[in-house]
C-alpha cells in the first residue's frame, strides 16, 4: 500500500509538508491533476490532488476547492506555487482546518515527472514490477507529452494502430487518414462497461470525470491489459493538456470581462490572441445544475478543431472563435454524438455574430438572447443560433423575467383566464390567426375549423382582450406578448 508518507520519502520529488502531518498514513489510490475552482465533481477517495493553483485568484478562493477534496475524501493536495509566488496562506490554513496533508510541489519540477513516479510507486505497491512496454510507455508520457507521441508507442508495443476518440467523434489522436467510419465507432460504445469491440475495434474509456470522456480506440479486437495502461496514461496526458488550456485561457479574461462590463474589447481583443481584422462568433453555453466552469469544458471539446478562446462571463461558459465555419452546426452534431456517454443534467448554447471588433458588443448581446431563450426551452440539450432568431424573438428574450410575466399578464390576462375557467383555447387560435397574417380562411384551414367558428373566436377573444385584433398595432402587442414565456 502505498501511503501519502511514502510519497514524502521519494527523493527526487523533493516534495515539503506543509501541513497535515497527521494523515500522512491514508492510503493513495492514483494522482489527479486539476485547475478547476470546484473540483468536487471529478475528485475521489483516495486521491493526490496535483495542481499549480490556476484557480486561486485571491483569498477566500481555498476555502471551496479545499473544501470539495474533504468532501471526497481525498488523500492529499500536491500543489506548486511557481505561478502564484508561492502557496498562499490561505491554501495552507484551508488545508489546516480540513486536515489535509498539503504537499508543496519545487517549482522547477514538472507534473509530468511527478505523475510518472507517482504511477511507478503504485505499481511497485501492488506487487507487480512494471513491464518494460509499461516502462517504455511512461518513458514516451514524460518525455513527449504530446498524445500523438504516445499513441505512435502505443501502437509499436500494442503491435496496432491506436487512437485517442472524443466523444463528439473527434479524432484527438492517432495515426493520419484513420478508418472513415471511426468517428462513428463512439455510437456502439456501451456505456459504464470497460471495453467495447465493435468491428475489430476495441474502445475503451479513458479515466477521470471530464464533461466530455475520451476513448482509446486500438484497431485489434483483444488489445490485451497493456491497452488499459495505455488508457491511463492517456488520462494523465489529457490532464496536463487542460491545465495547459486553462493558462493559455488568461491572457484572454480581460476581453471576456470587456464583454460582459460593456467595456471597450479592442485592445484585449489583441490580447487574447485573436486577429482584429477577422469576424469573429460568440457562444454562450449555460449547464444549469452543474455550472460554468462544466459549460466551458463542454465548449472547448465541442469546438477544438476551431481552436477558440474559452472563459466564463458570469454564470455562463463562453467560447470565440475568428473565422468561418458553421461551428453550431458542429457542436450539435457532437451533442448529438456524446449525449449517451454524458454525466451532465442538460446543456443550453446560444450564438451571436459574426461581427467584427466594432460589432462584438452586439454579438454577446444576440448570444445572450439567443441563449436565455434556449434556457426556456425543456429539453436535456437546446442550442438557438442568434442569426435565426427573428427580432421579436430577440426581443422577448431578453426582456427581464418580471417585465414578461407583467407583459403576459397587462396583454393576455383576460383570454387566459377565460381559457383557464371553460377549458377552451382561445389563445391558441389567435396565435394560429396572427402567424396566418390575420387570415380567417388560412387560420380556418390550419386549425381545421369552419372559417365561421374561427371569426367567431377571434371576435370573441378581442371582447375578452377589450381590444380589436384586427388593428395591426394592437396585433403586434398581442404577437409579442404570446411569444413571452415564464
Known sequence: ??????LLEIPELRLRLRTGAGRLGCAVSRIYVTELPDPSRYVSAGEVVLTGLLWWREPGDA????????????????????DTGGIPPDVVQACTR???PLLEVPADLSFAVITERVVLELAAARGREPSAARKRLLAAATEDISLPALMRQGAVELGAPCWVLSATGRVVAGPADPPDDLAGQVEHVVPGRDLTVHDGCALIPVGGSFAVPWLLAVGHPEPGELAGELADLVRLARARTDQVRRMAARPAEPLLHALADGGPVTDAVAAAGLPEDSEIRVLLARAPDDGPDLAAEVLAELLA?????????????CALIAGPGNWMRVAAEGLARADRLMSWSGFRLGSGGPAGVDGLHGAMQEARHAVELAARRGGRIELVAGEDLA??????????DELRRSVRERVLGPLLAYD???????????????????????????????????????????????????????????????????
Open 1 to 6: 500500500m502505498t501511503t501519502v508518507r511514502a
Open 305 to 317: 478543431e476551431a481552436r477558440p478562446v474559452v472563459g466564463v462571463v458570469g454564470e455562463d461558459a
Open 98 to 100: 480540513h486536515r489535509i
Open 63 to 82: 476555502e471551496p476547492f479545499v473544501a470539495a477534496l474533504d468532501r471526497a475524501g481525498v488523500a492529499a493536495l500536491a500543489a506548486s506555487g511557481a
Open 420 to 486: 383557464a375557467a371553460q377549458g377552451t383555447d382561445l389563445v391558441h387560435s389567435v396565435r394560429v390567426y396572427l402567424e396566418c397574417s390575420s387570415s380567417p380562411t388560412a387560420a380556418a384551414r390550419a386549425l381545421h375549423v369552419h372559417v365561421n367558428t374561427l371569426r367567431y373566436r377571434i371576435t370573441r377573444a378581442s371582447e375578452l382582450l377589450g381590444v380589436d385584433l384586427n388593428d395591426f398595432v394592437t396585433q403586434v402587442d398581442v404577437y409579442l406578448a404570446l411569444q413571452v414565456t415564464v
Open 391 to 400: 427580432v421579436h424573438q430577440l426581443l422577448a428574450a431578453g426582456a427581464p
